[in-house]
């Protein structure tokens, strides 16, 4: 049994009662023991390998990486199944979108089976089922609500009924549609029928009875966590030709609704549709715990629904009037953005995309028990809640594009090795996270050397690089805040997101003249057929209910 917060590995003898543990490497996850062996395989989704332990002993025996190209860092391998007839073990690369094949016998991997879908990793398989004949292996592919059936043995070319005739082993066979984020597989012993769990269900859908101000004490089923119901799924096994036909079923739903090409004369999109030649500076705001109809519900320009608006402009009459007036400012310097979503259930998962760009299994399955309050250690900083490819600091770090990052505390701030450390370290604001209130920051009684507020902190950096023409290409800022924040003496507006509550942070310093000059290329070596030259992205995480 894999113990994973305390990296142990229970051995526990049914005959007798008695258990021993044995320590291994980064979170174990997954345990498998071949027939008729006295090795255990387990998965280690910290350190990237599957650990071999002989059970006379017990004793570690080999440490195998199992994280391929660009290696064990980061790769996260956790379901683990055993072939019933050959000596082999089959695991499930999570982060790499790619099934490791080892030799039980050599301990090695002797080959990868990629389930991933391009241009990008995200497939996410994260448990796995063998058939009882060892003909063909599944994978709960999480990250695109499927089943992925994976060819273990040739088929024949005189194959007939179902099966594929000539397929490799070793091949995707194809894709079989489940309901959201499935988390667990298996065949039943007869090998008639495969069984799915999925964790998310069908989504938490609308949740109008939440009692947004209550948070703890609200009713177990509006908060988002709590909306969500697993599902089952019980279906006869579907042939090799019936699983790749579902397969475009699959691909479908993994489509955005609603798409459109861009319009002509966009800054967003390059030529050939690549990266933007145009737009030189980026300022990226990241708002919580708000969505888009609390506080844009009346804008006649979005797709908004007046009735759940609670925050508004300056000037507007009756309760909700004057309480944001920097978020109107910004929807009215820069774009509306009404369908632009970072897609997670609380802030943990929200912020992990908005500057990853993804919130991985281990991340997925640990917050319910930290928002849970049973214990759980909030790890979300550390290296083991890493995305596949890190953050986006690393990668303009990596590709030679200066930023600034105001705020954001999980992404990427413990070393963990990596070549870009330094420079992301270097490239955070150190007080920015530090300031407790946008009301004014005292701290233990007395003044304090921190800024008044986030925009202070902001401002003072910003000042000094308009000064010295060395504004961040990137400059990424949280608006951070309690979600249910009440009145008190400190924090004299109630049930207001930091961030709104001192008029003087000015949304405009983004669009100040200066910035648009350099990218003009008054004083700057950057393009000089720039025409839109500053833009500022504004997303909420958490944009259902958090």
């Not at 079989?176 to 008639?192: F, K, L, S």
């Not at 990427?412 to 946008?438: E, L």
Request: hydrophobic share 35%.
């Amino acid at each position: 049994m894999a113990l994973e917060l305390s990296s142990h590995v229970a051995i526990v003898d049914l005959a007798s009662g008695q258990t021993q543990s044995v320590g291994v490497d980064g979170s174990p996850t997954g345990v498998a023991i071949p027939p008729d062996s006295r090795r255990a395989f387990v998965t280690s989704q910290g350190a990237g390998t599957v650990d071999v332990l002989d059970l006379s002993g017990p004793t570690l025996v080999k440490r195998i990486d199992v994280g391929a190209e660009p290696g064990a860092a980061a790769a996260h391998p956790e379901g683990i199944a055993a072939d019933p007839r050959r000596p082999l073990v089959y695991v499930a690369v999570a982060s790499r979108d790619r099934i490791a094949v080892v030799d039980t016998n050599r301990l090695e991997v002797s080959q990868f089976v990629d389930v991933g879908r391009a241009p990008s990793p995200g497939t996410q398989p994260v448990a796995l089922a063998v058939s009882p004949k060892g003909d063909t292996l599944y994978a709960a592919d999480s990250g695109e609500d499927a089943v992925a059936a994976i060819s273990l043995r040739s088929r024949s070319r005189r194959a007939r009924g179902g099966a594929i005739r000539g397929l490799r082993a070793f091949r995707l066979i194809g894709r079989i549609p489940t309901a959201a984020y499935p988390t667990g597989v298996a065949v039943t012993p007869d090998g008639r029928r495969l069984v799915w769990v999925a964790a998310k269900g069908l989504g938490t859908g609308p949740n109008l009875g939440y009692d947004q101000f209550a948070f703890n004490s609200a009713r177990y089923g509006t908060y988002t966590p709590t909306a969500l119901v697993g599902r089952l799924g019980v279906l006869s096994r579907p042939t090799d030709k019936q699983a790749r036909a579902l397969g475009a079923t699959t691909g479908a739903v993994l489509q955005p609704l609603g798409t459109a090409p861009p319009p002509l004369g966009t800054p967003v999109v390059g030529p050939g549709g690549g990266p933007s030649d145009k737009i030189k500076y980026v300022f990226y705001i990241v708002r919580e715990n708000r969505v888009y109809d609390q506080i844009f519900g009346t804008d006649p320009r979005g797709d908004g629904d007046p009735k759940l608006e609670l925050f508004d402009d300056n000037g507007v009459p009756g309760p909700t009037g004057g309480v944001t007036p920097n978020a109107h400012k910004l929807v009215r310097t820069f774009p509306l953005l009404d369908h632009f979503y970072s897609d997670s259930e609380v802030s943990v998962d929200g912020h992990l995309i908005t500057s990853g760009a993804d919130a991985i299994d281990y991340v997925q399955r640990a917050l319910h028990a930290n928002y849970g309050n049973r214990g759980r250690p909030s790890d979300f900083a550390d290296p083991i809640a890493y995305p596949p490819r890190h953050f986006l600091f690393d990668q303009a770090a990596e590709q030679g594009v200066s930023f600034r990052n105001y705020g954001e505390g999980q992404a990427g701030s413990t070393d963990d090795g990596r070549p870009t450390y330094q420079a992301v370290k270097d490239n955070t604001s150190p007080t920015y996270q530090q300031i407790a209130s946008d009301s004014g920051n005292t701290g233990g009684g007395g003044p304090s050397v921190l800024p008044l507020s986030h925009f202070d902190d902001f401002n003072q950096d910003f000042t000094r690089q308009l000064a010295t023409a060395t504004v961040p290409h990137l400059n990424y800022l949280t608006l951070p805040a309690r979600p249910h924040a009440r009145h008190h003496a400190r924090d004299p507006n109630p049930q207001v997101a930091r961030g709104q509550q001192r008029p003087r942070a000015r949304p405009d310093r983004a669009a100040d003249q200066r910035v648009t000059d350099l990218a003009r290329g008054a004083r700057s070596s950057w393009s000089r057929t720039t025409r839109r030259t500053v833009r500022t992205t504004s997303t909420l995480t958490g944009c259902r209910r958090s």
